[in-house]
C-alpha cells in the first residue's frame, strides 16, 4: 500500500479520489482556463469534462451578484488567495438552477508568480427547495426571538438562524466558529433537531477536556488488552452516536495524527476500535465548532490542509454579544424568567441604570457571561427590580474592578475571603456602608479601613 507522500505524488490515484468526492472539483490555468473537471462537478452541473476543459471559466460564474469576487480576480490580485464559502446561482446543462456554495484558492510557484487556482463546490439546491417548509416551521414552532435557544431578534442572530435552518436540511458537515459562550452547542442542537436525524442521537464532546491519550478510545472505543488498563472492550461515541449528530467542540485542539484518523471515518464512513483488526461501519452526521482561526494553523501544521477543507464544508460564524448588543434586554429577560422559575423570586425587570451598563459592558464571556451576571443578581435583588448594584462588580463598576484587580494583587488566602465577605456585605446593602457594618458585626470606620485596604471602591 503506497505512503501518505506516494498517495500524494501519484496523478493516478489522486485523481480517482477526486472522481469519488460528492462535491465538484476543478482547476484553472494561470489565464483562467478550465484544465481539470471531476467527475462530482460533471453530476452537479451536467456539463462533461469534454465540454468545459479548454474554456473560460467564466462559464462557472454568470451574471455577477454585487460584491461577488470573480476567480479571475484571484489570479491577477497577488494580495487575493482564496475565496470562502462564496454562494452562487448557476444555470445547468439542462437549463436548471441550481444554488452552489464555492471555495477557490489560487496555486502558486516557489517565487509567488500565480500558475492557476483550484476549487470545490457544493450544491446546495436540495436546501433551497425546502425553504417554503423552513418559514412554514418558523411560523408554526417558535417565535423570532428563541430560535431552539438562541435568544435574539438582531439581523446577526436572524442570519445564524437562517444558516443553521439550511444546514438541517442536508447532510453536509458543518464547522461552527465563534468566541466561548457564543452558543455554538446549542447551534449543533438546533441543527440535529430540525434534521432528519433529529429523533436520533445526539452527543457532544469537547476536544479540549479530554487528555490526547483517551480522546482516540473516547472516539472511536477500544477492546480488551488494547493498552494498559483495558479490561474490557469499550464503545466510542460513533458507534454510541450512530444514526445520530456527533458534535466536536474546540476541533482546533485536536491532534494532526486523530485528523488523519478522523479524515477516514468521513470518507470511509468506518471505524477501528483501538487494538481491533476489523472495521466498523457506521452513519453519523458530524459538526465540529472552534474558537481558534484554523486556516492560521494550517501553515504551521497544527491543521492539516485537507482536513480543515472536510470539515469546514459548510461555515457557521456565530456573533459575539458585543456586536449585536440590541439583543441584550431580551436575553436578560429570557434569563429573568428561567431564574424566577428555578428560585421562585418574582422579579419583574431591570433599573434603567443597570440596563444601561449592562448595555455598554464588552461581555468578553459572552451570552454565558451574561446569564452568570442575572444569575449573580437573584442572589442579591431584594425586590422585584434588578438594580445596578446587584450586577457582578466587574459590570457595575469596571474601572474601579480593573484598579482593585492591579491594586491587590496577591492578597493572602484569609485576606482574600474577607475582602469577599465584604463586597457581599456592601452589595446586599445596596452601597449604604453602615448597614455593611452592622452585617459584618464591625464599626463604620473599621469597615471604612478594610474596604482602602483592599481597593474597594
Given at each position: 500500500m503506497p505512503s501518505d507522500m506516494d498517495f500524494r505524488k501519484d496523478p493516478s490515484i489522486l485523481?480517482?479520489?477526486?472522481?469519488?468526492?460528492?462535491?465538484?472539483?476543478?482547476t484553472v490555468d494561470q489565464n483562467g482556463i478550465i484544465v481539470g473537471w471531476s467527475a462530482g462537478a460533471e453530476q452537479?452541473?451536467?456539463?462533461?469534462?469534454?465540454?468545459?476543459?479548454?474554456?473560460s471559466c467564466n462559464i462557472l460564474e454568470g451574471p455577477q451578484s454585487k460584491g461577488a469576487t470573480r476567480i479571475i480576480d484571484l489570479l491577477e490580485n497577488p494580495n487575493l488567495t482564496v475565496i470562502s464559502n462564496q454562494e452562487r446561482?448557476?444555470?445547468?446543462?439542462?437549463?436548471?438552477?441550481?444554488?452552489?456554495?464555492?471555495?477557490?484558492?489560487?496555486?502558486?510557484d516557489a517565487h509567488g508568480k500565480v500558475l492557476g487556482a483550484v476549487?470545490?463546490?457544493t450544491d446546495l439546491t436540495p436546501v433551497m427547495q425546502n425553504n417554503e417548509k423552513i418559514t412554514l416551521r418558523e411560523e408554526e414552532a417558535e417565535s423570532p426571538t428563541d430560535f431552539h435557544g438562541l435568544i435574539g431578534e438582531s439581523p446577526l442572530i436572524r442570519a445564524v438562524s437562517h444558516r443553521l435552518q439550511l444546514a438541517s436540511q442536508s447532510d453536509v458537515t458543518v464547522l461552527l466558529r465563534g468566541e466561548s459562550g457564543t452558543g455554538k452547542e446549542l447551534a449543533a442542537k438546533a441543527i440535529h433537531a430540525l434534521s432528519a436525524r433529529g429523533k436520533k442521537p445526539f452527543i457532544a464532546m469537547n476536544c479540549s477536556a479530554i487528555p490526547e491519550t483517551l480522546l482516540e478510545s473516547e472516539l472511536f472505543g477500544h477492546v480488551k488488552g488494547a493498552f494498559t488498563g483495558a479490561v474490557q472492550d469499550k464503545v466510542g461515541v460513533f458507534q454510541a452516536v450512530d444514526k445520530g449528530t456527533l458534535f466536536l467542540d474546540e476541533i482546533g485542539d485536536m491532534s494532526p495524527l486523530l485528523q488523519v484518523k478522523?479524515?477516514?471515518v468521513l470518507q470511509e464512513r468506518?471505524?477501528?476500535?483501538?487494538?481491533?483488526?476489523?472495521?466498523?461501519?457506521?452513519?453519523?452526521r458530524l459538526i465540529t465548532a472552534t474558537h481558534k482561526d484554523l486556516a492560521s494553523l494550517v501553515p504551521t501544521g497544527a491543521i492539516r490542509e485537507d482536513f480543515f477543507y472536510r470539515i469546514r464544508v459548510f461555515e457557521i460564524a456565530l456573533p459575539p454579544l458585543r456586536e449585536r448588543k440590541e439583543d441584550i434586554p431580551i436575553l436578560a429577560d429570557h434569563f429573568i424568567t428561567k431564574f424566577n422559575l428555578?428560585?421562585?423570586?418574582?422579579?419583574?425587570?431591570i433599573a434603567r441604570d443597570a440596563l444601561q451598563r449592562m448595555m455598554s459592558f464588552t461581555w468578553p464571556g459572552n451570552v454565558r457571561e451574561l446569564q452568570h451576571a442575572i444569575e449573580h443578581a437573584f442572589v442579591t435583588v431584594t425586590g422585584d427590580t434588578i438594580n445596578l448594584l446587584d450586577l457582578p462588580p466587574e459590570i457595575y463598576n469596571p474601572h474601579a474592578h480593573r484598579a482593585r484587580l492591579h491594586a491587590v494583587p496577591s492578597l493572602a488566602a484569609d485576606d482574600q475571603a474577607e475582602r469577599s465577605r465584604i463586597e457581599e456585605a456592601l452589595q446586599q446593602a445596596g452601597g449604604n456602608r453602615t448597614d455593611a457594618a452592622k452585617s459584618l458585626g464591625i464599626s463604620r470606620v473599621s469597615l471604612w479601613k478594610k474596604m482602602r485596604r483592599y481597593g474597594i471602591a
Open positions: 485523481s480517482q479520489v477526486v472522481d469519488v468526492v460528492p462535491h465538484g472539483v476543478f452537479i452541473t451536467g456539463f462533461s469534462s469534454a465540454d468545459v476543459v479548454g474554456k446561482r448557476f444555470i445547468d446543462k439542462h437549463g436548471r438552477e441550481h444554488y452552489i456554495l464555492g471555495n477557490i484558492r489560487s496555486v502558486a476549487g470545490t463546490f478522523l479524515l477516514r468506518e471505524i477501528r476500535r483501538v487494538g481491533d483488526d476489523h472495521t466498523i461501519k457506521v452513519d453519523v428555578s428560585t421562585g423570586k418574582k422579579v419583574k425587570g
